[in-house]
């Protein structure tokens, strides 16, 4: 539970900071990251740049916020919860009455325990979010409205860290940082990617390179896209979008477009090998950046590999997503399907037999000398293994055809090849 | 309930005619036709005219029939009811015993108060049609049997109506006047049809031209295939031999015999957001013209919208089958049915988005400019569309992915084409 | 029953001769079996030569082994049944203490009452196999081993059988003759191989030549292919490993690797249309020639037609494989089966409808010339197949579609060809 506890702790560190998809918040949380993973670049657009059909907006800056009621009590207080602001909110200070300002007010009268999560990044209006209890307990009279922002010229910021491998084939992993105080959808993405970050920089060897970003949702991979598409679109082979990870009540998976990329394959076979069950959902259940690196025109080999989905969980969007919700064996688990995820990906070559014909594995040592009615689960394995390396099928389609982990047949696979039994091709090479 | 009142009056003023696959019957129903259909021609092929491996044969006219007992009772008579008479029955004026007459005799057993519907299109006989009920009171003793029919050269007539669409690439409405009286196996297709026709002809303006036929079954379509062939394989996009779709008991559906052309995709559509439920039937059920449409060497895309399917209902083929059994909501749901497949093949168009990523629909009114937890219906529908816009598969097919029926989606599409987010392309194609 | 009976007599005839991959056993049963086949050629390859990975290992011969105990009793004798002794057996003559025996018996504790049969092909021991019973009941003191047989340079046998057709193109039998003394997973597969090979001869004219082949299993069949791939894979359109054909509990079916070629059709449309039920296997439950013939390289279009599959019974692989376990019922029943899939080969043709549009049946007197409510089953079949016989498919496949027994379709199909409403193409042909 060691990185368990330790994305836990991170996540606790970064749990104050009121982040936007702008700002000083995106800017001490990548901050913070980078402390942890060296490499990481601090990157920085302008306000003002195009990006596709975007452009990168004013940066918001927020200091403080409250409403106070006529005896001066502060009621509403952003320093207590910086959900309590609207994201993007414009500057104010004024008195009002009650309702005036009931019209900026946001509260869930279904949950009424919970802060929603409002945001108005395009829009320029300015509210406050508070529980329903709460709101329902505000009289009449007259408030003090306070919000010390701006919005102004500046810049989108987002981490890139790139790890190379053997190979200049990428995979990508994208998470995004642009959340105030919430959990499972904010910080489980930044903290399970950090220490994914931290293991792949500690192999030894990768057969990929990876591409790791920490961007604001939507407008940064919109941003990050319309800069990098092309070198994306080349070498990109298979990219998780790494969300809601942090939870412990599930697992998720939430396919590419059309479904059966290499990513696709990869989490699913994490999935059915690493958990014991998991949710099944549909590219029509999409909301995170996957919305934008499997868009008609760019379609990245992009999936989701989840514990409990945004979207499908009740506390979701609200104050209730919090440090409780996640916990250090959710995010462990999150973490886990992941690198198992990638562990088969850098394991998934195409084997093909070298001989016709099964080979005679008793000279090698690797079959049993004297035939009795059974066969041990190992030869049996080994034997189908080399029943269907034809060349055609890489090893994730081998190990499901034969109901077999990828990890564990990877090493299987090995040792064949070592015995000058299998080779490693390009997949459907007709010969050699 | 307007058009399915029409549509029964006109049924009714057609009931008495005694048609068959030739002969003055055929002429009086498309002369009545034509009245309600302006432009449809009245097109005749010699006897003896030679098509594929069929000869279009002697023309039958039929004036009286009965069989008279030796008080001189007419006991069956042609008069009260055209199935009657064995279809092309030769003509005869004879006395004879009732064992002899009673060779001469079919009735339904199982069905004791139906007339059954027979015919002998290519072996000359003569017969008569009766309840088994009045078969089992008749007495031995001597009958006179007396039919006033020929067969003789003369023509095979058909009904031709051409209504040109902006394309030449065509839609073939298929239907059969040739069974005397009868309701829902008869009638019901041609007078459909005929509505069908006056709402294409009322459209301002249709994307398909639109080649309306009524013809004899069988010999009909062999004669048209056999002169029209080669226009229609190259121009016809969908078709739909519309019979049975007059009674109130079900919908059902006949694919093509390959199933899975534009025709079905459509029809299956109209369907599914179209009715509560439907039957589905496989072509192996066969039994209209779409066994020569969608013959080997023809293949043309044809496929069947009705209510409840010939041979699957008891009345089938007998007199029971009669203008009780078809009523004015029975029509107008089979009336609807081919209208909304026929809307859905014109609003079929194959959109692919214009931008990279998902366009910023907020800075165009098209979205909620405040994120909360909620998005409306419609603008998931929108998100939806654009995600699979991508130009390599049609509107029917996005709007089954996205479960939403396609004559709403299509007033979607458009928006987003004037909104230039989409545009129209030939399926498929790579890029403009 | 005849044929059952026969080959019930040859299985008694052959069941007492102590086969094995190599050695006088082999050819003592395949001088037995060419008395039945004519034509059937003995072939000989030289101990040490080469095929693919493998070496033709040196013949053994076993003449006599047992074990005594003090008092001079054989408590365990060859000459009672040949799987007493571990196959490859390497000579001695020796007294030991119990304890030192005890390290080469082989008992099955939870079949006390059966011997095991165990072989060690590849690595040089000895060994006794006998019933878990007799072996508790053993005691401790001195016993006599005594092993008269030799292992050393020699042949490894098989039959070879090729019967011409019309066509170059040919159909492989396989089956093995390399255990000693067992019944359904041994000899049921020769001697329904046997009666096969007499009713192919018999035949006045077959479409395809058939290469029927009497091997020891995996050595046998590397031999075969190392000396004859490539014509093998030039001619074979269909194969059948034969075993395990004789007992009377169940039809089985394990597809080649891939599954869908020619065999695999025809042997499930055989068993579909030719027994009441039957097991699916999955290629991941093989375990004879087929892990050859199917291996990558190789990919030869083999499957496995079978009564009670091997490794899926109690008695397999035991002494209670004997001549109870299989019956003149269960070889007829494995010996049908096969003849049914053989004979949807010789009538697999690919039939297309010559004429556009239906023809007229009637005419030709292949139709009832009054139409009525009802058409008759062989009306409709008729119209099916002319509906189906487009070319693109051969006559398996339209059957399947339309739920009819090839055997029964190539009748009618034949009739159709004689109308000249059907002619025979190549698969696929787009006209002629």
């Known amino acids: 539970m060691l990185t368990g506890n330790n994305m836990h702790k991170w996540a606790t560190d970064l749990f104050k900071i009121c982040r936007s ?4 918040g995106v800017r001490e949380t990548l901050s913070y990251l980078s402390k942890l993973i060296p490499g990481l670049t601090i990157n920085s657009v302008p306000s003002g740049t195009k990006a596709f059909d975007w452009t990168v907006p004013d940066e918001w800056t927020i200091r403080e916020a409250y409403i ?7 009621i509403v207080d952003f320093n207590n919860n910086n959900l309590h602001v609207v994201g993007y909110s414009t500057p104010i200070d004024q008195w009002m009455e009650f309702e005036q300002l009931d019209a900026h007010l946001h509260s869930l009268p279904e949950q009424p325990n919970a802060i929603p999560y409002i945001t108005s990044y395009y829009s320029r209006r300015w509210g406050f979010c508070l529980t329903h209890e709460q709101r329902q307990s505000l009289k009449s009279g007259r408030y003090r409205v306070y919000i010390d922002s701006d919005i102004s010229p500046g810049v989108l910021n987002y981490g890139e860290l790139v790890i190379t491998g053997e190979s200049k084939e990428e995979i990508l ?14 910080l489980s993405g930044p903290v399970v990617t950090t220490a994914l970050a931290q293991w792949l920089t500690s192999l030894e060897q990768r057969k990929y390179t990876y591409r790791i970003i920490f961007i604001p949702e939507t407008i940064g991979s919109i941003v990050y896209l319309s800069k990098h598409f092309k070198h994306l679109k080349k070498y990109t082979v298979a990219g998780f979008v790494i969300t809601c990870v942090g939870d412990n009540r599930a697992y998720s998976f939430l396919p590419s477009r059309k479904g ?46 989840m514990r409990s ?12 997503d919090d440090l409780e919700l996640i916990s250090p064996e959710g995010l462990e688990g999150g973490y886990n399907i992941l690198k198992k995820a990638i562990e088969i990906l850098e394991f998934n070559n195409c084997y093909k037999a070298i001989l016709p014909c099964e080979p005679q594995l008793g000279k090698r040592g690797l079959y049993p000398t004297m035939s009795t009615v059974k066969t041990t689960e190992e030869t049996r394995t080994m034997m189908n293994l080399l029943a269907y390396a034809d060349g055609s099928i890489d090893l994730i389609e081998i190990a499901n055809i034969i109901d077999e982990d990828v990890t564990a047949l990877y090493t299987l696979a ?3 090849k070592s015995a000058e039994l299998l080779k490693i091709v390009n997949k459907n090479d007709s010969d050699d």
Chains 1, 2, 3 share one sequence.
């Open 21 to 24: 998809i702008t700002g000083p």
């Open 309 to 320: 989905k945004y979207a499908t969980y009740p506390e979701y969007h609200t104050s209730l």
């Open 68 to 74: 106070e009621d006529e005896s001066g009590n502060r």
């Open 414 to 416: 090995e040792k064949l």
């Open 173 to 186: 992993l994208s998470t995004y940082i642009c959340h105030p105080s919430m959990g499972n959808n904010e």
């Open 260 to 305: 059966g990329t290499l990513a696709d394959r990869a989490a699913e076979h994490s999935l059915k090998y690493g958990v014991e069950s998991y949710d099944y959902y549909s590219y029509l259940d999409r909301g995170s950046d996957e919305r934008q690196y499997c868009s008609p025109g760019i379609d990245l080999p992009v999936c989701s590999l």
